[in-house]
């Protein structure tokens, strides 16, 4: 890793001398002690060094100047310390990783890096599904202050059955957000995610589904079970289910009809009206509130509009919390229609749902949203699998946008592949956020 600044190009080992590693100041102490240390050692054993010190010092001053000498002495003294402190640290990093030769990094770079994210801007992701976790990936790499705040009203496939037999919170979006916020893809992260395809009881389930739910039952809660399991992976920041009530989706078709269960209200086939949810009253998650209150930045999205996104605001505290936030807002927009949930939605149709639902919980002189980021390049080879789902790229109606007050950020969001698939690259999101954020603290 270099340092660049103002165009001139450091030595790797010139990152100790940036500001903010809170590593010089207890460089100085050290030696200091050391000096006093030695000082006292003199007094203890009635040595008298200083007095042959001064006298040598003295006859090498009448051999060659004493400034040069001094100076370099002083370096040279400082060179043998700092080294001698570097490797000590290097030792002790070493023998807590057993894999040592994962650290490619130098210290001053590891030390560094973390105190760039430690002062990331305090960052609030609100969703679920593999949307929310595909955007923690990248953020994740601005910032440690992050806090993602995970729908549960997941009631199919390993989490639905957990649910169901266990009394736990589906625990299967919660997994993907820990593993995404991981620090390192290491053997536990990929030991976390790792889905058991065979065994009597077995299959389906993931080892992370079943490690959460065996914490939950050590723990009491969800909440301190997430905590500590987050421990064992190195989590960047904190996930917290929107949540601890048993919360059940039901949706309010346009027909009139009722659907209940989250992964039913897809399968209707008919235009969502209203989402709900049972009971009605869901208390909040402690910390939430706090964290959007303090937030710099809120991101909604990507994911389902109604079942990952939506489904947070049922949460009257998490709705209220967003509307009074002081935060710049930003909503990432899915690239193409859902079929069941979003079939030839808009962007703005997408804002408009979500405003709907937190339309009771407005607070007069602030917005709910400030922009939405929408993906402006679909690939030209796109899959046929979309068509044949009736799946589309979501129509980006500026003027529709503009007349709501919402800003329009269009960039390209998308993985590069050859098959014609939408998938969106954490990096870009998360750069594309970033700057956006960067440009409205300038306005």
């Given at each position: 890793?270099k340092?660049?600044?103002?165009?001139?190009?450091?030595?790797?080992?010139?990152?100790w001398?940036?500001?903010?590693?809170?590593?010089?100041?207890?460089?100085?102490?050290?030696?200091?002690?050391?000096?006093?240390?030695?000082?006292?050692?003199?007094?203890l054993?009635?040595?008298?060094?200083?007095?042959?010190?001064?006298?040598?010092?003295?006859?090498?001053?009448?051999?060659?100047?004493?400034?040069?000498?001094?100076?370099?002495?002083?370096?040279?003294?400082?060179?043998?310390?700092?080294?001698?402190?570097?490797?000590?640290?290097?030792?002790?990093?070493?023998?807590?990783?057993?894999?040592?030769?994962?650290?490619?990094?130098?210290?001053g770079?590891?030390?560094?890096?973390?105190?760039?994210?430690?002062h990331?801007?305090?960052?609030?992701?609100?969703?679920?599904?593999?949307?929310?976790?595909?955007?923690?990936?990248?953020?994740?790499?601005?910032?440690?202050?992050?806090?993602?705040v995970?729908?549960?009203?997941?009631?199919?496939?390993?989490?639905?059955i957990?649910?169901?037999?266990?009394?736990?919170?589906?625990?299967?979006?919660?997994?993907?957000?820990?593993a995404?916020?991981a620090?390192?893809?290491?053997?536990?992260?990929?030991?976390?995610?790792?889905?058991?395809?065979?065994?009597?009881?077995?299959?389906?389930?993931?080892?992370?589904?079943l490690?959460?739910?065996?914490?939950t039952?050590?723990?009491?809660?969800?909440?301190?079970?997430?905590?500590?399991?987050?421990?064992?992976?190195?989590?960047?920041?904190?996930?917290?289910?929107a949540?601890?009530?048993?919360?059940?989706?039901?949706?309010?078709?346009?027909?009139?009809?009722?659907?209940?269960?989250?992964?039913?209200?897809?399968?209707?086939?008919k235009?969502?009206?209203?989402?709900?949810s049972?009971?009605?009253?869901?208390?909040?998650?402690?910390?939430?509130?706090?964290?959007?209150?303090?937030?710099?930045?809120?991101?909604?999205?990507?994911?389902?509009?109604?079942?990952?996104?939506?489904?947070?605001f049922?949460?009257?505290?998490?709705?209220?919390?967003?509307?009074?936030?002081?935060?710049?807002k930003?909503y990432?927009?899915?690239a193409?229609?859902?079929?069941?949930e979003?079939?030839?939605?808009?962007?703005?149709?997408?804002?408009?749902?979500?405003?709907?639902?937190?339309?009771?919980?407005?607070?007069?002189?602030?917005?709910?949203?400030?922009?939405?980021?929408?993906?402006?390049s679909?690939?030209?080879?796109?899959?046929?699998?979309?068509?044949?789902?009736?799946s589309?790229?979501?129509?980006?109606?500026?003027?529709?946008?503009?007349?709501?007050g919402?800003?329009?950020?269009?960039?390209?969001?998308?993985?590069?592949?050859?098959?014609?698939l939408?998938?969106?690259?954490?990096?870009?999101?998360?750069?594309?956020?970033?700057?956006w954020?960067?440009?409205?603290?300038?306005k």
């Open positions: 890793m340092i660049f600044h103002k165009n001139v190009k450091l030595p790797k080992d010139a990152i001398l940036v500001p903010g590693l809170k590593v010089k100041r207890w460089f100085l102490l050290s030696i200091l002690g050391s000096l006093l240390a030695c000082l006292g050692a003199t007094f054993f009635k040595l008298e060094p200083l007095e042959y010190i001064v006298n040598g010092a003295k006859e090498l001053v009448h051999i060659v100047p004493p400034e040069p000498v001094g100076i370099v002495f002083i370096l040279i003294g400082i060179v043998f310390f700092f080294l001698a402190w570097k490797k000590t640290n290097f030792s002790m990093i070493e023998a807590e990783d057993t894999e040592a030769n994962r650290i490619k990094d130098s210290m770079e590891i030390l560094y890096r973390k105190m760039k994210l430690n990331g801007p305090k960052i609030v992701a609100i969703g679920g599904g593999t949307g929310l976790s595909t955007l923690l990936k990248g953020i994740k790499k601005l910032t440690n202050n992050i806090t993602a995970v729908t549960v009203g997941d009631d199919g496939g390993s989490s639905g957990l649910r169901e037999q266990m009394g736990v919170l589906p625990p299967g979006d919660i997994r993907n957000c820990i995404a916020l620090d390192d893809d290491n053997i536990v992260t990929k030991l976390f995610q790792y889905r058991f395809q065979s065994g009597e009881g077995l299959g389906g389930h993931s080892f992370g589904n490690f959460i739910t065996a914490m039952a050590i723990c009491g809660d969800m909440v301190s079970a997430i905590k500590e399991s987050s421990k064992v992976l190195l989590v960047r920041g904190r996930v917290l289910p949540t601890c009530d048993d919360m059940k989706l039901y949706a309010k078709m346009e027909d009139d009809s009722i659907v209940k269960g989250e992964s039913n209200i897809p399968e209707a086939g235009r969502i009206i209203q989402l709900m049972e009971p009605k009253d869901l208390r909040v998650t402690p910390d939430i509130v706090e964290a959007i209150h303090n937030a710099d930045i809120i991101i909604m999205g990507p994911g389902s509009l109604y079942t990952s996104v939506i489904s947070n049922l949460v009257k505290d998490i709705a209220k919390a967003v509307w009074a936030a002081k935060a710049k930003i990432v927009c899915n193409m229609t859902q079929p069941g979003t079939d030839n939605y808009s962007v703005s149709d997408h804002i408009k749902a979500i405003l709907n639902h937190v339309k009771d919980y407005k607070v007069e002189g602030k917005t709910f949203l400030d922009a939405v980021l929408v993906n402006n679909i690939p030209k080879n796109l899959s046929e699998k979309y068509e044949k789902s009736d589309l790229p979501v129509e980006i109606d500026i003027t529709e946008l503009r007349q709501m919402i800003e329009v950020y269009q960039k390209n969001l998308l993985q590069d592949n050859k098959e014609g939408i998938r969106h690259n954490c990096d870009k999101i998360a750069k594309a956020i970033y700057v954020y960067k440009k409205r603290l300038r």
